[in-house]
């Protein structure tokens, strides 16, 4: 069936340096997709999303960009702090209510 | 301006008996959708209800479970007899509307424990 995963399960990156978080989708309708931060022992709190009719969107220290050619979307963590260690989920919603969320990655942040 | 409000944070049951959670949305939703998380997993789609009403349970078990958002009160999410692979954080969702960029916010959820 179709699916939201994600490239890698583990990302490590240093304090200060930035992080990018893949996320392969396959299903061509979706047209809405949400970047989701957990934290342990957490509900998935969110961070940013971006609809199909863009290519990127800015928030603060993050960018989501949007590949719709390759089926691909990306989280980019500016100056990662250590408080941004988490596992983020990418989602997406194909019209409606139902949000399918994929595998998660988890991000250490090394001091 | 309180979140999603969830209750209990954790819960343990003995097989065979029964699990109730809540969920109290965001002020001035009337979306609620439940997911189900297993350890190192994502979030797996359960219920989607608006009040009085049950939208999609497609990823609900046919037996044992069922949910319910009364027109006064919070959700709930029902499991009866409870099996040791119940065990699992319950997540509630709620958003404003229903239109697919109509955000879900998320409880701080609830960890069921099956002995």
């Known amino acids: 069936g179709e699916s939201v995963g994600l490239h890698l399960p583990t990302l490590s990156v240093q304090e200060g340096d930035n992080s990018i978080i893949n996320c392969a989708y396959s299903?061509?309708?979706?047209?809405?997709f949400i970047w989701y931060k957990q934290e342990s022992g957490k509900g998935p709190q969110f961070i940013i999303d971006?609809?199909?009719?863009?290519d990127k969107r800015q928030g603060q220290r993050v960018t989501v960009l949007l590949n719709k050619t390759v089926k691909h979307l990306s989280l980019q963590i500016a100056a990662t702090q250590p408080g941004d260690s988490a596992v983020y989920f990418c989602a997406e919603n194909t019209g409606g209510f139902k949000t399918i969320f994929g595998a998660g990655t988890r991000l250490f942040v090394k001091a | 301006n309180a979140g999603v409000m969830q209750n209990p944070r954790h819960l343990v049951r003995r097989r065979g008996q029964e699990a109730r959670l809540r969920c109290s949305p965001m002020k001035g939703h009337s979306h609620v959708y439940w997911y189900r998380q297993l350890p190192e997993e994502g979030l797996k789609f359960m219920v989607y209800l608006q009040k009085e009403n049950i939208i999609d349970e497609s990823g609900m078990p046919k037996e044992r479970f069922s949910a319910e958002f009364p027109k006064e009160g919070p959700s709930i999410l029902r499991i009866q007899q409870v099996v040791r692979g119940d065990s699992a954080a319950y997540f509630c969702?709620?958003?404003?509307?229903?239109?697919?960029?109509?955000?879900?916010?998320f409880g701080p959820g609830t960890r069921l424990t099956v002995l």
């Open positions: 969702a709620s958003s404003l509307g229903q239109g697919s960029t109509d955000t879900q916010y």
């Open positions: 971006i609809r199909s009719n863009m």
């Open positions: 299903n061509s309708a979706s047209d809405y």
